[in-house]
């Protein structure tokens, strides 16, 4: 219930207030004019910011950290995703990953052998997640 100012440039004009610039561009894209949000929103945006940079470590993947962006499900419950790195394979030929959002499971699938994996996603703020995490794992 409580709002924050922000200016064009998501700069908060509170003395004191942290830099949120770059959490504010990452969730929202670039800013023309000043706006106003919640509190609640303004410590999730950080929240995302932070899993964003420093990743999510998938042992699955031997690992390596996925990286989710601001509103995009973080893979952060093991249990779905070590299912899909040990379920056995009805094909190694093509696989589906619907609701795709980091790409995590699509990552899975291509670590196992699978030879063609489709994502989706109606969010295009999942897709880019996604393209972005599977370019970064190769």
């Not at 003395?15 to 023309?32: F, K, L, N, Q, V």
């Not at 030929?93 to 994502?119: H, M, N, P, Q, S």
Request: net charge positive; charged share 25%; proline share 7%.
């Amino acid at each position: 219930m409580l709002l924050i100012p922000l200016d064009a440039d998501y700069t908060i004009p509170l003395r004191r207030a942290p830099d949120m610039r770059d959490a504010c561009t990452e969730a929202y894209g670039t800013s023309h004019a000043a706006s106003v949000v919640s509190l609640r929103e303004l410590l999730g945006l950080i929240g995302a910011h932070e899993w964003r940079k420093k990743g999510v470590e998938i042992p699955a993947l031997g690992g390596e950290r996925i990286h989710p962006h601001y509103g995009v499900f973080s893979p952060v419950r093991g249990e779905y995703i070590e299912l899909v790195a040990n379920a056995p394979l009805p094909s190694k030929t093509l696989a589906f990953d619907i609701g795709t959002g980091t790409g995590v499971l699509a990552a899975v699938l291509a670590k196992r052998g699978v030879k063609r994996v489709i994502g989706t996603d109606q969010d295009p703020r999942a897709l880019a997640c996604a393209r972005e995490n599977l370019a970064r794992l190769g």
